[in-house]
């Protein structure tokens, strides 16, 4: 087993977006941020994007909506922050690579 390779209950706070790379496989990627922070504080840290590949982010983009939680595991991944975009720093920021989803608490229910 991967050493990388993690579950987490997280939030959703950003709209689903499907997009297709090669024209053929399907992409989602979504904002989401770890359901409970130290404090209440609001950290822009805490939020980071998942992605989630082929038949699974079809049904990610209809049915997972924003404030809706779920559980996803699959492999973390660093790349370039995309809240910072400033030249002093070189900041990184967690993806997640998700293979497998499960609806936790549904704003639709």
């Known amino acids: 087993m991967s ?3 993690a579950s987490f209950i997280v939030k959703i ?8 790379p090669d024209n053929q496989t399907a992409l989602t990627t979504i904002l989401v941020k770890f359901s409970q922070n ?7 840290g805490s ?5 989630i590949w ?7 983009a ?5 404030n809706d939680y ?12 995309l809240f910072n975009k400033s030249f002093l720093t070189s900041t990184k920021q967690i993806e997640i690579s998700v293979f497998k989803i499960y609806p936790f608490l549904l704003k639709s229910m």
């Open 3 to 5: 050493m990388n390779y």
């Open 54 to 60: 082929g038949n699974l982010a079809y049904d990610v």
């Open 62 to 66: 209809q049915y997972y909506q924003i």
């Open 70 to 81: 779920i559980v996803i595991e699959g492999y973390i991944s660093i790349r370039e922050n």
């Open 38 to 44: 130290r404090n209440n504080e609001k950290s822009l």
């Open 13 to 20: 706070v950003g709209q689903p977006k499907q997009t297709f």
């Open 47 to 51: 939020i980071f994007q998942i992605s």
